[in-house]
């Protein structure tokens, strides 16, 4: 089943749920030859409005499906075959409370007191990082999305909020 296929099913039994696509600014720009740009209420840079804004344009970036063209969407859907550049979220929230949410899973503290970057948007990065949580940490950082889905070593992978509450 396809991500568009997915969306289509759970939106049937819950009309709030809303596509997003996190998309990795540096990779995009990459295999694309152009930035993702800030649309107000369509698309928003993670990294905006944090200590890392200079990098904003190579950042993770949110992108609200509702409101782009069949073309950008289909374009995503290519780069997520062809690159580690996409995770698709679904869930209730409007894209400025994910993007606030998500903003707020960008730093985690080291157990010697640093801060470092947890680069989640990135599939390969987000794949292990579900395996070595423990049942609490899970819950805490999947939980309030309803699914992630994104694509490990070509294989479709989602992790669900009933994954989120596994121990």
């Not at 993770?60 to 509702?66: E, Q, Y």
Request: aromatic share 8%.
């Amino acid at each position: 089943m396809g991500i568009l296929d997915r969306y289509a099913q759970l939106r049937a039994g819950m009309q709030t749920l809303n596509l997003y696509v996190l998309v990795d600014g540096a990779v995009y720009q990459q295999h694309r030859h152009c930035q993702l740009e800030h649309v107000p209420g369509v698309v928003a840079a993670l990294f905006s409005g944090t200590a890392d804004d200079a990098l904003a344009h190579a950042g993770p970036w949110l992108v609200d499906t509702a409101h782009v063209t069949e073309a950008v969407l289909h374009d995503l859907i290519a780069l997520e075959k062809t690159a580690p550049a996409v995770t698709w979220l679904f869930a209730e929230a409007n894209l400025t409370g994910l993007s606030q949410l998500l903003q707020l899973r960008l730093d985690i503290k080291l157990p010697d007191g640093r801060t470092a970057l947890l680069r989640f948007w990135d599939p390969r990065v987000l794949a292990s990082l579900f395996q070595l949580m423990a049942g609490d940490q899970r819950a805490d950082f999947f939980g309030h999305i309803h699914e992630w889905h994104f694509l490990d070593k070509g294989v479709r992978v989602w992790i669900g909020r009933q994954h989120a509450d596994a121990q």
